[in-house]
């Protein structure tokens, strides 16, 4: 049991640790965007590479915010009903939406990342919706890694669900 509970929290611990590097890209909007706003209003000279830039930045502390999210249970949820159940209830709810749909979708969204990411590094796949065409292979590597967190991330909720129904408390 207590390899099983450090396993947990070193699955927690890599959620914390995602979000604590993602979090570090707002400064890289803010000052991208601020920057590009600047060029582009008073100096009548827009730059090539801060579209990209912002997309991916901003699509490195979304992916990477996913497991964070989970792991504090701040995702969306349709709580008309789950707000009402008992709170083993709730973890058996839980347990059967992870494996109907959580498992299977996050599954096939890992294998399809990584495939992207693979075919992004061997091809020098690069980024297409503006002039600078910034390399795309790092971008779905950091994709890839997300999804893998949140997979994790689900692993670990989903045995301390099952905990929680089998044993009528908390794993840790």
């Not at 579209?51 to 995702?75: E, F, I, K, Q, S």
């Not at 709730?90 to 990411?117: E, R, V």
Request: hydrophobic fraction near 55%.
């Amino acid at each position: 049991m207590a390899i099983l509970k450090k396993l947990l929290r070193g699955i927690d611990f890599i959620s914390i640790l995602a979000v604590s590097w993602a979090k570090w890209f707002a400064w890289l909007l803010v000052l991208v965007g601020a920057y590009d706003t600047i060029m582009r209003h008073f100096f009548n000279a827009p730059t090539i590479w801060a579209y990209d830039t912002l997309c991916m930045a901003g699509g490195v502390m979304y992916v990477m915010g996913w497991p964070y999210d989970y792991l504090h249970n701040y995702h969306t949820r349709v709580d008309v009903f789950y707000n009402n159940f008992s709170k083993r209830n709730k973890a058996l709810t839980n347990i059967i939406f992870s494996i109907i749909l959580f498992f299977p979708l996050m599954g096939a969204l890992l294998k399809i990342s990584i495939t992207w990411a693979i075919r992004a590094w061997r091809i020098n796949e690069t980024m297409i919706s503006t002039f600078w065409y910034p390399p795309a292979a790092p971008y779905r590597t950091v994709f890839a890694l997300g999804i893998l967190f949140l997979l994790l991330q689900g692993i670990a909720n989903f045995i301390r669900d099952l905990y929680f129904v089998i044993r009528g408390e908390p794993i840790d």
